[in-house]
């Protein structure tokens, strides 16, 4: 039996996977250690440094008891028996590869300490989503030491999203392990799914080959985006037919072979996984020497960056053509509601290209503002940050809406359209609010997949 654990990254992923083992698994002992001394420290005060509902309360049920946060990654990999890895592989900005392979040197150098410094047999499970066969790098680089531990490599991908990290964890669809067929890689295989059974029916665990686990990862999130991307891809001919893009999403997502879910169209999708991922993938397709299945999933990152300028162009055009120094306020900078996550956000690109046409730009959201202001600057001309969506939308010549906050949809639109410049225009880009209402209130309103709903 696994009695420490150790797990590389406190990042979105590692915090809240842990916080979870540590609930279910009060005799293990769980480190969380992170290179970043400051994020450490936040953790360790029972304060996450980042926000996810539910999560402070199972942090705090733990922490200091099975659960501890150290800044010391050396150490803490001395004593563990386990060791997740979840370090960050963004896309490379640089070499071979450039703009769509992942830069593996964290994670690289992640497996260089832990063979320095672990000292008996040990575990190592990637979390981190890594292109395939990556664990067999790892193994080469453990083997390549000949020393005194033994390692095994298994492949456990995590799915949780963001917003619902926690209720993700605690009921997954499924959670996957991947490990070798050796006798070794089995028995490695069993430890986990050992720990996963304190709250996963067993039917729920699947087990796998390494490859064929790394490779689902990156296949499940390439399918959920492509689904996006589909829908995405409707709602342009919806503005232009007079057909209604929900109306058809409910329609198609009747028919129990294609389902209901991630068929919202929306402003694009972001994350730091789907536009990521699907890179990796289409790399990991030229480097195989299949550049048409390369070209197929490529594609999904095409229309989701059309979708983002297509929302522009609609507002600009909507507009009179010109948004030189008119004020528009955006309701929301995160890449998805209940997050204070920007990465890859659809909304950061909306920013950039309306200050491009010289509007002035009013950023607000109920989480992400410190996070925007690093993303998008602090002394930019012409954009500003605001809390307050009143605040934000007075004066304004138009809202958009690119983050679906429960909040925005609560808002009194009857105040907002007094305290706005007239034409007064509202752009949902996540059809989050009651179009027909606001049209009534005054406003010309220009929602994802609908025809405009204007009297200019
Ligand atoms: C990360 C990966 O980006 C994702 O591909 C994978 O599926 C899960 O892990 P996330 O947790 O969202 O996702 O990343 P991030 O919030 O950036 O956290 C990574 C943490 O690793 C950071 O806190 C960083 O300081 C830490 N880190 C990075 C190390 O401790 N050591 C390193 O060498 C590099
Ligand atoms: C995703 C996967 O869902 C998760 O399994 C994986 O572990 C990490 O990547 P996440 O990025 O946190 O999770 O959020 P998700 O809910 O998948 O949303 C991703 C993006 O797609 C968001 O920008 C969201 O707004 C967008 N989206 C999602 C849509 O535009 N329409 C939809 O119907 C669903």
Redesign the pocket.
Known sequence: MIKSILCIGAG??GGPTMAVVAKHCPDIRVVVADINAERVSAWQSGVPPIYEPGLAEVLRASLGKNLHFSADVDGAIASAEMIFVSVNTPTKTFGQGAGRAPDLQYWERTARSILQHARGDTIVVEKS?LPVRTAEAMERIFRSAGGRSRFEVLSN?????????IA?LEHPDRVLIGGATTPSGQAAIQQLVEIYTRWVPRDRILTSNVWSSELS?LA??AF??Q??SS??AISAICERTGADVVEV?KAIGADRRIGP??????????????QK?ILNLVYLCETSGLPEVARYWETVVQMNEYQKQRFVRRMVGAMFDTLAHKRIAVFGVA???N?G?TR???ALQVCRELLAEHAQVCVTDPQAIASARRDLGEAVSGLSFESDPYAAARGAHAIALL??WAEYAELDYERIYAGMEKPAFLFDG?NHLDAERLYRIGFNVYSIGHPDRSRL
């Open positions: 979105y992923v989503t991908p995590e799915f949780l999203a963001e917003g619902s990290a993700d990862k499940a999130n959920l985006a689904r996006v829908i995405n999403a879910h991630f068929l919202r169209a929306g402003v694009g999708f972001g994350g730091s996984c789907f991922d890449f998805k509601a997050t996550d890859e956000s659809p983050t679906e996540r």
